[in-house]
């Protein structure tokens, strides 16, 4: 019970951080012009990750781990496993 | 014409003071730390078709990737049959996952990503029905994902998701919606998707036997945030909702029972709630021409699982085309609050119960290495090995090859 309630008050300070992140979010300038992106789309940053590796490495994660989720994906479901 | 005489003195003066200058500049970046090799390195910039997407050209496939990873594990589990009864199974198996994506861009604003995964799980041992179903020692599934991307204006973006699974003993399909609008001149996107998932599978015993097929559902809704922080930085955030009803149970798993004679069967509770919160932040060094990648899980459920996961990436150019990856993941979680490696005798058969190792207490690290090379325009090719340890006895090794990008 007791570690029931420090889980709910934890998430609780995560979703509300994640809120403010949005909110701050909401009102961002214009930091980055376009014409100063060409860093950003290096094959090394996210943007450019390959799907198909990704993919094979979070089914490795999922059918193997209790936690998974936070990334756009359902945490469960469409695996035979009961992760 | 003749071409202008140039005085050999003030040629070799012009050419001294670019050795001089160049020397200065190589000075500057092995004075500034980065790695040696690196000063020869750099990355290509990318095209401007790249930055600015490519102009309206009708229907074409504009992306293929074809991706071949296997996994090879090795491992004991109380919920295996392949030992004692009282004791852990062995979780042996090797798995070879060829997948292959093409992306078809319809027009400027539609774009659709097709994969097609295949799985084929083999376990060393015929017993290890944790691993297959009791019918083959091999088991194959195949898939299809469709993923369409629909822009309604320069800042709204639609996206949808079909997706179709199939193997020996158990069927899955699901669809999703998602939108996402782009702000501030796409320094920051806000995202919100959701899917629902439907599985259904046959209710195989743990000795085999099949009672019937048997049905779970998963609801999810995930919200996201990206903000560029500079023009080499990049953060991301995104929070994660899962709702699961059904059966959730992997119904041929069993549980040993205390004493050591028998064992009782897996039972889940029937619905599951689980929150995942992650961030992530990425920095490009253009002098270096290194990008540092790090990011951070907390997870959470109504089985009382919660779990940290921390992934730090480094990724340097050796030479222009050839980039290098080290990788290193920590994970920790706790148990479920009805884990047993030895159920008491006494317990009702309606109470849930598991002896599967994916949902004991474990702490578990991964490193790994990949070599990328950006063979022409922007198709790649890359081989990465990984190797994955957890404290309660698994030990994997993935290996995986790429080949692809866009056309």
Same mark, same amino acid.
């Given at each position: ?22 909110? /701050?979010? /909401?009102?961002?300038?214009?930091? &980055? ?51 | ?28 970046? *092995? ?51 392949? %030992?004692?009864?009282?004791?852990? %199974? ?79 003993? =158990? ?79 992997? /119904? ?39 990008? *540092? ?9 109504? =089985? ?7 992934? =730090? ?36 058969? *309606? ?20 070599? *990328?090379?950006? &063979? @022409? ?12 340890? @957890? ?17």
């Amino acid at each position: 019970m007791e570690a029931n309630e420090r889980l709910g008050g934890a998430l609780r300070k995560l979703v509300f951080g994640l809120l403010l992140v949005l909110l /701050s979010a /909401s009102s961002a300038c214009a930091i &980055v012009p376009q014409n100063r992106r060409q860093y950003l789309a290096d094959p090394s940053m996210p943007a450019q990750d390959d799907g198909l590796e990704r993919r094979a490495t979070r089914k490795f994660h999922t059918s193997r781990e209790g936690a998974a989720g936070a990334d756009g994906k359902p945490a469960g479901g469409g695996c035979s496993c009961g992760n | 014409m003749k071409a202008r005489q140039v005085p050999t003195a003030n040629r070799r003066g012009a050419a001294v003071a670019v050795g001089i200058e160049r020397g200065l500049r190589a000075a500057r970046l *092995l004075a500034s730390g980065c790695f040696w090799i690196a000063a020869a390195a750099h990355a290509e910039p990318a095209s401007d078709a790249a930055i600015l997407g490519q102009s309206d050209q009708g229907v074409r496939i504009d992306e293929f990737r074809l991706r071949m990873t296997t996994f090879y594990q090795d491992g004991h589990g109380y919920q295996s049959q392949a %030992g004692t009864i009282a004791g852990p %199974g062995s979780e042996r198996a090797l798995i070879v996952q060829p997948m292959m994506l093409v992306g078809i861009r319809q027009s400027s604003r539609i774009h659709h990503e097709v994969v097609i995964p295949i799985d084929i799980v083999s376990a060393a041992s015929v017993n290890a029905l944790d691993v297959i179903s009791h019918a083959s020692a091999v088991n194959e599934a195949i898939g299809v994902e469709l993923t369409s991307r629909f822009d309604l204006t320069d800042d709204d973006r639609l996206t949808s998701n079909i997706t179709w699974h199939e193997e020996e003993p =158990f069927g899955s399909g699901s669809f999703g919606l998602g939108y996402s609008r782009a702000m501030a001149d796409d320094n920051a996107t806000l995202g919100i998707s959701g899917q629902a998932t439907f599985d259904r599978f046959d209710y195989l015993q743990p000795n085999g036997d099949r009672y019937g097929r048997r049905n779970r559902t998963a609801l999810n809704g995930n919200l996201s945030f990206l903000q560029l922080l500079s023009p080499t930085t990049v953060f991301d955030a995104s929070y994660g909702l899962t709702f699961q009803q059904g059966t959730l149970e992997t /119904s041929y798993n069993s549980v040993p029972m205390e004493g050591g004679t028998s064992r009782a069967k897996e039972l889940f509770p029937h619905s599951r709630t689980r929150h995942a919160v992650q961030a992530r932040v990425a920095q490009h060094l253009p002098e270096s021409h290194t990008t *540092l990648r790090a990011a951070f899980r907390y997870y959470t459920d109504s =089985f009382q699982l919660s779990a940290h996961t921390a992934e =730090f990436e480094l990724h340097q150019y050796l030479f222009p085309r050839l980039l290098a990856r080290g990788s290193f993941r920590y994970y920790a979680q706790t148990g479920v609050d009805f884990f047993s490696s030895a159920l008491p005798l006494q317990t009702s058969p *309606l109470q849930p119960r598991t002896a599967d190792s994916d949902l004991a207490e474990f702490h578990a690290q991964e490193y790994g290495l990949k070599l *990328l090379w950006l &063979v @022409r325009g922007q198709s790649s090719l890359d081989i990465s090995w990984f190797h994955y340890s @957890r404290d309660n006895g698994l030990d994997a090794n993935i290996i995986s090859f790429g080949y692809g990008g866009g056309l």
